[in-house]
């Protein structure tokens, strides 16, 4: 039991999806070793309506309810009893039989609240909306002692550690793993990988103690040509301190992508002359091309409102031989927005005869359709132009990472592989600071904070969008995807908490949580893609027609019970490769003793291999 | 306005001698051999020299020619070749530019200088020199030619017989006859000139008796029998001669109620389900005042013929699925958004005019009909009639769907085609008008066929394992409607396909023999198109081999429908052990893993009893299961669950092609994989040695189109000539034509969607 138990706990924290696809066959080697390793770790038990939660390393019930009532959407009310941690919600019914359950970290609430006053039963009804696309409704008694808290009130509470004060269960949470995900990034690896430092490109060391830029990594790559002083000048013309660095370098080529935030141009368009350069050492590190391309995520209009701001974007006569190209891409507040409706048309049914127009009003496809054309036409310039190119948007941490992570998708295999992808979310989303905390709101209960935005959710979307139209080039699958989205909002490891690498740094949380890596690189072989081939200098250049772009179904509707997971390819395949390890394994033995008798008999015709092959006489 | 209103039109024969061909007039530059391959009875009709082909939007791609018209094809001959050469299946009977005549929906001749245009039709009259002819196919592609180095008399002379060619006025001007009719000649044996009538293929075509027999045993169908009455079709002209009946009602009996129904076609049996119930389809009583009794007595002997004397349950058709107009109205929608609108304006609404098409709309239509027909026979256990007007178009789609659903026989490819060959050949669906062959008639022009296959293509997508066959197969069997010699697509009736072979064989002096009919090979004869290896593109890697299903003793040993054992199943996956049985244990310790969703699934048979209907229940029971892929395969019917045939409606699009993607790389590597398991167990036989076959055989009897190589367990990265369009290319397929600044779109978005020749044939510009 104690063993069993502990390979749950772990086996726990996969995602609550349905499409959990490739886990019923094949050999799952981690598993011995996370039972060794579970054994260790310390067990609770708590027994709150019969059926047992095993729970988490740290963690704890904080209270129990009997007598609550779930209303599902789909089944109608559920009764059964509501147990409340420090990291989950867990529902069990007790009116029926199989028994249904509901266990969600408390990371993905982002808003629980009262609905309406307590009827003459004293029953009172509480509302829970999710990051990831569902509504909860409970219905539950109002104590009878005033004093007493209801197990919402808890509920609340630990649903919002940040906004009590109190922290994450990521820092709680102490599981350990075979593999320290923590050590899955390292930039000089990463940047040598690319053949860097070289002639042309020079790793500084400006920004070592976060001083130049509080939201850039440690380690940067700039033209040699350019001194540590002119970038701090730099730093100045740029928004937030984002400089123009190198992202990605091609092997051949020498294009570069690099990333930066928005000049600081202004009304009165002001010039930077270090800017200038830079823009232009940039160019001159790539002998192929005498030109640079700059990709301003922005829609033209929006990009030069932020002139009235201070912003703005390179004009062409301050940057000779720069072409800026407006990808039309729009703000944080649109895309929050679009998923509000999507949300809307997705949850909890769907609207049989106007799904497809429902759809398009939501403009989700279209945002998605603008960030993939914006990536593609990078990869483009980069791989078929040879072509240098600077990529920003306002600030540079949410557009940016979009389309520069996206195009290195595009261009380097290496990031198609498991552990490629980590390295890659590592450093274009969190060493370049993107500001998870804000975007994704971690244990805060300002619901309405105008910074969340599903920023990271659009791009992963986009990744499966291109693993669709290319089923064979990445090495993960789909429940890859949904698990790090999961975890996203989960706050169980501590891979996506804070805002830039300074602060995590700061907060030491590689110190103090587990790394999503660990818990991923642990049980590879559930997220492996068996379709996967793996060809090394192949560029991606997926079709970004809203034709072939579709719903995520498998992510966005996966709470319809209606829903059945698909992904049936894979799973055949699994067969099939387990069918062709038994052929072959039953040919050789065949060969062995074909050869053995050979060799007893003296063989006198040693040429053709089918000639020497006799019947099998006690093969059965 | 002269060319409005119908004429009578000259046949073939009459129009044949005043065309001449135009070469005298443009010797001087030497054409070598630029000719046309002709078939056996194929004659050139007309031809013009210096023809531009239009391959992509620049015009420096285009292909400099010959453009021929026989009496079976549109030719363009060319010494280049393409710029960009993508792999394209060679098909036997047409080469890499060939357009068959009854491939082409609409020949529109403009003339760019004087701002004009011409939609032309048999037997018409141009007033000016066409510089472009552009044809519209029916299958979605959109083919340019120009005329600018031509002669202008020969191209006004070339695109006159090709308008005049491809409206035949008769069946028998159907290139099928000439075709089929040459082989006759100067030939005595038994296959002629390599027709194969069906004798040496696994596919019954259901013409015999034994045929149905066989039906009858697989199935089970021990209370009914085959019915000969109709032999000659004296009875019913649209029925086979052939069909079954409940063993209870006599022949004399059937005779008798014959006259009451739409065409005499007496009700006909087309499956029994392992239960016994039988499905039935049946044409309206036409007679209101015997339509009781008929009835009753029809349906009471088809109770008798249930083990459990269940009584029958009627489906009408009529009722509850759009009529033929409504879906040729879709369909014509749909490829406005898919080819003829430019790419960029209809991305920009490409989901909601996707809806109004209505197209999708239609196909979860049919299948969901589908599904409530399999219910009243799955669950309620019932026989169940389509009722339909005259039989012959909504019941062909419903009665296959049911009998796809049910039996994996029909999953198989030889099984399908024999559906098909009983469900709509034999049946009597209007191909000849539904095709529109003649172009006769547009109000009988309907794309019923390819909404079946799109229909199969949605549960094919949904269980990709369970089929057999593959989308290209399916794919390739629509455009098969449009190259006429095939027996299967060129008739609306098994009667009609005799007479029409009688006339024709005796004004040709041909003598039938024993035959009924003349030979027309029927498209399952896949090597009249295709060499082997490029049929094995229709093997499907994926395929859940068949149980056998054969006579045991007597004893019929049918399909099953377990639901378990075999794990093949596509629900399975991520399911906790104890889930697979239905229900959840709490001592279950994989229980908590995952996700909410399973747990409901198992639970929701709980709940909503109230509230749903049975078949509803029915359909949520199944999903809580793991599914058999050799069992019932419902397919999810949520919007969101079915999608668009990329592979057929987008295929030519060139702004829609994913390079070096799309769902056949996954394909690829699938087809090594197979191929390298079909390779042991070749080695494996050797060396038990049952079989003989020498190793370095197994290339060529390997059933995948992609082959392992000799590095095994190194999969090889997919060629690059694999795209999402693949085996297709859009590469010269699809012009889009922009006429003097104005999209043709625009110029039709007034009145209608899709060029109707009427509206057209008048406006001058």
Known sequence: MEESGSVDSVESLCSSTTTRSDRSSGPRVSDTELRSKGKATERIYKDPSKGELPLLPEELVQDSAKDVTYICPFLGPVRGSLTVTNYRLFFRSTDREPVFQLDLPLGVLSRVEKIGAATSRGDVSYGLVCKDMRNLRFVHKEPEDSLKKSVFEVLMKFAFPVSNNMSLFAFEYKQVFPENGWKVYDPLAEYKRQGLPNESWRISKVNDHYELCDSYPAALFVPVTITDEELRRVSSFRAKGRIPVLSWIHPESQAAVVRASQTMVGQNGRRCKEDEKLLQAIMDANAQSHKLFIFDARPS????????????F?????????????????????????????????????????????????????????????????????????????????DGWDRTPQLTSLALIMLDSHYRTIRGFQILLEKEWLSFG?????????????????????????????????????????????????????????????????????????????????????????????????????????????????RHLQLWVTYYIRWNPRMRPQEPVHQRYKELLAKRAELQKRVEELQREAANRTATSSSERPGSPTRSITPVQTFV | MMFSGKQTKPTFKSYLPPLQTDLKKSPQLPIKKLEAKLLPGEIIVNEANFVRKCIGSESQDDLWGKLVCTNFKVSFISHNSLPRKRFQCTHRLLGEHDIPLACVEQVVTVNDLKGKQKILGSNQKLKFNPTELILYCKDFRIIRFR??????????????????????????????????????????????????????????????????????????????RVCTINQGYFISPSLPEFFVVPVSLAD????????????????????????????????????PQQQRKVEQRISSAITKSHPLRSDVFKSDLDKNLPNIQDIQAALLKLRQICVIDPFEESEEKWLSSL????????VRTFLRHAVEVVYMLESRNVPVILLENEDRDLSCVISCLVQLMCDPHCRSLHGFQGLIQKEWVMAGHRFLDRCNHLKKNDKEESPLFLLFLDCVWQLWNQYPAAFEFTEVYLAVLGDSMWVPIFSTFLFNCPRQRAENSRDFASSKSIHLGQDQALRFPPVWDWSQQFSLKDQTLFNNPLYVGKIATCVQNGTVKTFTHRRSKKNYSSTLRGLPSALRNGSLGPNDTLARRNSLVLRLRSDLSQVREQQETPSERFIRDYFSHPVDLQGLL?????????????????????????????????????????????????????????????????????????????TPHQTPSPPEYLSSSFPFSPVGNLCRPGILGTPLSKFLNGAKIWLSTETLANETF
Not at chain 1, 524 to 536: D, Q, S
């Open chain 1, 314 to 394: 390179e004009s062409e006569d301050a940057y000779q031989n720069a072409e800026l190209v407006f990808l039309d891409i729009h703000n944080i507040h649109v895309m929050r927005e679009s998923l509000r409706k999507l949300k809307e048309v997705v949850y909890p049914n769907i609207e049989d005869s106007h799904w497809l127009s429902n759809i398009e009003s939501t403009h989700w496809l279209e945002h998605i359709k603008l960030i993939l054309a914006g990536a593609l036409r990078i990869a483009d310039k980069v791989e078929s132009g040879k072509t240098s190119v600077v990529v920003h948007c306002s």
């Open chain 1, 301 to 312: 209009v929006n990009a030069a409102a932020n002139k009235m701001k201070g912003g703005g």
């Open chain 2, 252 to 287: 004399q009996d059937l005779k008798q109620y014959a006259c009451f129904f739409y065409s005499q076609r007496i009700p006909l049996w087309c499956w029994n389900h392992p239960s016994g119930s039988a499905l039935v389809r049946m044409s309206n009583i036409s007679d």
């Open chain 2, 355 to 362: 809806e109004s098409s209505r197209w999708m709309e239609y």
């Open chain 2, 634 to 710: 419902l397919p999810q019917l949520l919007p969101s669950h079915l999608s668009v045939w990329k592979l057929y409606f987008l295929r030519w699009v060139p702004e829609a092609q994913i390079p070096q993607g799309g769902p056949i790389t996954a394909f690829h590597k699938l087809s090594v994989l197979t191929d390298e398991i079909e390779m042991l167990q070749s080695q494996l036989r050797q060396y038990k040695g049952a079989g003989s076959t020498p190793n370095n055989l197994h290339a060529e009897h390997s059933k995948m189109y992609f082959k392992v190589t000799s």
């Open chain 2, 147 to 224: 005329f600018d180095e031509a002669g202008p008399e020969s191209a006004k002379k070339v695109c006159l017989a090709i308008a005049h060619y491809s409206h035949p006025a008769d069946p028998q001007l159907l290139f099928g006859f000439e075709y089929v009719g040459k082989r006759y000649h100067g030939s005595t044996g038994d296959r002629v000139n390599g027709v194969d009538p069906g004798g040496g293929m696994q596919t019954p075509l259901f013409d015999c008796s034994s045929d149905w027999d066989r039906e009858i045993k697989r199935t089970g169908a021990s209370e009914w």
């Open chain 1, 434 to 546: 993107h500001r998870f905390q804000q975007r994704v709101g971690h244990g805060d209960k300002n619901h309405t904070d105008a910074d969340r935005s599903p920023i990271f959710l659009q791009f992963i979307d986009c990744v499966w969008q291109m693993t669709r139209q290319f089923p064979a080039a990445f090495e993960f699958n789909e429940y890859f995807l949904i698990t790090i989205l999961d975890h996203l909002y989960s706050c169980l490891f501590g891979t996506f908490l804070c805002n830039s690498e300074q602060q995590r740094l700061k907060e030491e949380v590689p110190k103090h949580t587990v790394s999503l890596w660990s818990f991923v690189n642990s049980q590879l072989e559930e997220f492996v893609n068996p379709l996967y081939v793996h060809y090394p200098s192949h560029v991606l250049f997926p079709t970004v027609g809203i």
